[in-house]
T-cell receptor
Framework: EPEVTQTPSHQVTQMGQEVILRCVPI?????FYWYRQILGQKVEFLVS????????KSEIFDDQFSVERPDGSNFTLKIRSTKLEDSAMYFC?????????????FGPGTRLTVT | DAKTTQPNSMESNEEEPVHLPCNHSTISGTDYIHWYRQLPSQGPEYVIHGLTSNVNNRMASLAIAEDRKSSTLILHRATLRDAAVYYCILMSNTDKLIFGTGTRLQVFP
């Protein structure tokens, strides 16, 4: 069964460093997302991406964050200058068709630890 | 975004049916009812969704009240692997999932 994959599974970085989190969505999906979950808290929406542009972003997704689909398979989240509060699980998701009739499929997540 | 209300936690024994309720009294006519779950240390996982009629798939059943102000996710025979946090989420035109705190389901052997 097709699945969303994410790498790395765990990333440790120092405050102020740039990180890139990578995702490979399901191959025929057209809509892509990033969510994050701080330990013990809710899953929070960050950004949605369709047709090579951001469709929607949350207040969390400020100028320090960017997303890119550099080729036909990868979808990346970049944090330019990490802060301690960016420590969280980051989940990538993809969807075949438009909401609300289609479901999202999530990856296993990347645990980002900022020290 | 339309709001849902779920119990914080529920318990079940293995191989028994589980009925997870969700109230959504402010649901609009175009809102679909989606259910996701999150197993420990994993990403959210789609379970089922519906609009008006009851729905069945290999994982669960979704029973939707006639007035659509509530719904129930039914796991027909709970297994230990079903222990997770279950989220009831309303979706209409928005593309994003808004997760609440969900219902933490414990399954006992």
């Amino acid at each position: 069964e097709p699945e969303v994959t994410q790498t790395p599974s765990h990333q440790v970085t120092q405050m102020g460093q740039e990180v890139i989190l990578r995702c490979v969505p399901i191959s025929n999906h057209l809509y892509f997302y990033w969510y994050r979950q701080i330990l013990g808290q809710k899953v929070e929406f960050l950004v949605s991406f369709y047709n090579n542009e951001i469709s929607e972003k949350s207040e969390i997704f400020d100028d320090q964050f960017s997303v890119e689909r550099p080729d036909g398979s990868n979808f990346t989240l970049k944090i330019r200058s990490t802060k301690l509060e960016d420590s969280a699980m980051y989940f990538c998701a993809s969807r075949f068709g438009r909401a609300p009739t289609y479901e999202q499929y999530f990856g296993p997540g990347t645990r980002l630890t900022v020290t | 975004d339309a709001k849902t209300t779920q119990p914080n936690s529920m318990e079940s024994n293995e191989e028994e049916p589980v009925h997870l309720p969700c109230n959504h009294s402010t649901i609009s006519g175009t809102d679909y009812i989606h259910w996701y779950r999150q197993l420990p240390s994993q990403g959210p996982e789609y379970v089922i969704h519906g609009l008006t009629s009851n729905v069945n798939n290999r994982m669960a059943s979704l029973a939707i009240a006639e007035d659509r102000k509530s719904s129930t996710l039914i796991l027909h025979r709970a297994t230990l692997r079903d222990a997770a946090v279950y989220y009831c989420i309303l979706m209409s035109n928005t593309d994003k999932l808004i997760f609440g705190t969900g219902t933490r389901l414990q399954v006992f052997p």
